[in-house]
């Protein structure tokens, strides 16, 4: 079955770049998601169809794909103190969608 | 302005069937490219995918809890149920429901989530 891989948490100092990875099998065939989800809060969507931000959304954060498709990069420029939170990428393979397992942003 | 609730029993007995409704506002769910999805997330942990309708009633199900699950929608209501047959501790989950874009293959905006417990 499909799965999604990324690292349990990465660690940026406030005004430095933070770049969370997702790795799965041909990603670049299938339009990843990414959220962000803070303590006790419902998730929201920052990144969609790979690299499109969501009317309202910052534009410190971006989205793109490697060379090799399968790799899905969620950037954070700039980072700030609200920007720790947890990060889902999402994606949709054979009729059904999967999440990754969540990255941990901590902001030092 | 979208907004989805998420509403039914916060504690179920270990093989009872859990109700879970979504009212939702601000869409409809015949229009062309709409869905509303139902993800669930364990205490301290990952989201995980359940459950997907799509404005045509084409339906989409977790591989892992198909055969547990059902999902129907009532336009005249703007509400979508989840269905979930015998359920397990390990059930025990937030459950969201969410509305999804086609055109943002992904979900835009997501209800607060409701807590049910799975015990005897």
């Known amino acids: 079955s499909f799965e999604l891989t990324q690292p349990p948490s990465v660690s940026v100092s406030p005004g430095q770049t933070a770049t969370i990875t997702c790795s799965g099998d041909q990603l670049q065939y299938k339009y990843v998601c990414w959220y962000q989800q803070k303590p006790g809060q419902s998730p929201v969507m920052v990144i969609y169809?790979?690299?499109?931000?969501p009317s309202g959304i910052p534009e410190r954060f971006s989205g793109s794909i490697s060379g090799n498709g399968n790799t899905a990069f969620l950037t954070i420029s700039g980072t700030q103190a609200v920007d720790e939170a947890d990060y889902y990428c999402q994606a949709w393979d054979s009729n059904t969608e999967v999440f990754g397992p969540g990255t941990k942003v901590t902001v030092l | 302005q979208i907004t989805l609730k998420e509403s039914g029993p916060s504690l179920v007995k270990p093989t009872q069937t859990l109700t879970l409704t979504c009212t939702f506002s601000g869409f409809s769910l015949t229009t062309s490219g709409v869905g509303v999805g139902w993800i669930r997330q364990p205490p301290g942990k990952a989201l995980e995918w359940v459950a997907l309708i799509y404005w045509d009633d084409d339906r989409r199900y977790s591989p892992a809890l198909k055969n547990r699950l059902s999902i129907i929608k009532d336009t005249s209501k703007n509400q979508v149920v989840l269905i979930m047959t015998n359920m397990d501790p390990l059930d025990t989950a937030t459950y969201f429901c969410?509305?999804?874009?086609?055109?943002?293959?992904?979900?835009?905006?997501w209800g607060q989530g409701a807590l049910v417990t799975v015990s005897s």
């Open positions: 169809e790979d690299t499109k931000r």
């Open positions: 969410a509305h999804r874009l086609t055109e943002y293959r992904g979900y835009v905006r």
